[in-house]
Each structure stands twice: as structure tokens, then as C-alpha cells.
């Protein structure tokens, strides 16, 4: 079974520069996540899918980040304008029901100079 | 505040040393404990999902246990490949399944 792509692994961009993450989940995966993970902290959820429709957006930071999920399977992050402090991991992940086990991709590596 | 706090930050072991790893949770309705391994550079893999206190799961060198308050992750008898940083998660019952993260415990094994 493959697991969740995720695109790019890494990103270098300066402050105010804009960038998108392109997450593909597991085949048949409902629900699918976008976790923040800034270095020595645990994974922070910004945005949850089932299906295509949101169901928890409440830590996006909406006047930067935007998010979407394309016929309820791809999905794409971005955030314009980026700050210092976004430089984290962003990881996908994706669960075949809600309360389920979620997979997570490798994650993408955002440093924001 | 909901919160999930694990101890300690970072834990050195000898190969064959066996310890544990705490973490507690102040959560207003805890639907399920989730427990991940991460190494350097890779996402969360999945451990073990805990539903109810009392409840004890276990794979290969690794037990978890749960009670009302806390969980704890025994490792036995580890080996230089267990070196990861472990991560614990609370399922909110009043959330779609989001995910309230700890900030790990990073575990080094030497031989």
C-alpha cells in the first residue's frame, strides 16, 4: 500500500515570499490533515478534511494560510504571506475514518530566511 | 486548557536498560491515547492506540499502558534501533478526531 506523498521535501524561501505543499493521501483515506511541527515540539494541527469539506480550521492562521482539498483527494497548503516564524515541518497525514489511526507523510521542511 | 505533557525531554540508555516514558493528559473528554515514533527527518509512525484505562498493548520491545490520568511507554531490554523520539497524542471526544500532540520524548540507545 502506498503511503501519503507529500511535495516539496524541502523549501527555502524569504520572509513575504509565498509557497505551496502538495499532499497526496492513502487511496480511500476520508479524512486528512495539515500538521505545523516547529523543531523540539509536537505536531500542531492546522487544518482537518473529511472528504472535501473542512471540519476544524480553528489553529489556521487564516490571514496567511489557505487550504484545499481537490475533489476529496489532493490537497494543497499555502501560505502568502510567509513569516520567520512558519519555518517547521509541515506533515499530511490522512486516516481512513475519524478517531483512526493517521499516516503520516515524510513531511516538508519550510525555512523561511 | 486541554493539554498533553510527556517526561522526560530526552532519556540516554544504555543497550538492555529498560525504562519508561510518562505522559499525562488534562483533557475534558479523552476519546483515545495515541502513541508515534518519529525518527530524524521522517513523519510520525503509529504505535498503539489506548481507548480505555487499564488497557495494556504491547509490540516487540515496547508496552503501553493506560490509566485515568496518564500513559506510560515501557521499553524493554532496548537496542540501539529503538532511538527515535516517541510522541503521545490525545483524540478529543468533542473534535473529529484531532490529534493534541505532547512534545516527545527524544530516546537515545547506545550499544
Known amino acids: 500500500e502506498a503511503g501519503v506523498a507529500q511535495s516539496p521535501r524541502y523549501k527555502i524561501i524569504e520572509k513575504r515570499q509565498s509557497v505551496a505543499f502538495w499532499c497526496n493521501p492513502i487511496s480511500g483515506h476520508a479524512t486528512l490533515y495539515w500538521y505545523q511541527q516547529i523543531l523540539g515540539q509536537g505536531p500542531k494541527l492546522l487544518i482537518q478534511?473529511?472528504?472535501?469539506?473542512?471540519?476544524?480550521d480553528s489553529q489556521l492562521p487564516k490571514d496567511r494560510f489557505s487550504a484545499e482539498r481537490l475533489k476529496g483527494v489532493d490537497s494543497t497548503l499555502k501560505i502568502q504571506p510567509a513569516k520567520l516564524e512558519d519555518s517547521a515541518v509541515y506533515l499530511c497525514a490522512s486516516s481512513p475514518q475519524v478517531f483512526g489511526q493517521a499516516f503520516f507523510g515524510q513531511g516538508t521542511r519550510l525555512t523561511v530566511v | 486548557e486541554d493539554q498533553v505533557t510527556q517526561s522526560p525531554e530526552a532519556l540516554r540508555l544504555q543497550e538492555g536498560e529498560s525504562s519508561s516514558l510518562n505522559c499525562s493528559y488534562t483533557v475534558s473528554g479523552l476519546r483515545g491515547l495515541f502513541w508515534y515514533r518519529q525518527d530524524p527527518g521522517k513523519g510520525p509512525e503509529f504505535l498503539f492506540t489506548?481507548?480505555?484505562a487499564g488497557e495494556e498493548k504491547e509490540k516487540e520491545r515496547l508496552k503501553a499502558t493506560l490509566t485515568k490520568k496518564e500513559s506510560f511507554l515501557h521499553i524493554t531490554a532496548p537496542k540501539p534501533e529503538d532511538s527515535a523520539t516517541y510522541l503521545c497524542a490525545g483524540a478529543l471526544t468533542d473534535s473529529w478526531g484531532k490529534l493534541q500532540f505532547g512534545a516527545g520524548t527524544q530516546v537515545v540507545v547506545t550499544p
Open positions: 489506548l481507548y480505555s
Open positions: 478534511f473529511q472528504n472535501n469539506g473542512v471540519v476544524d
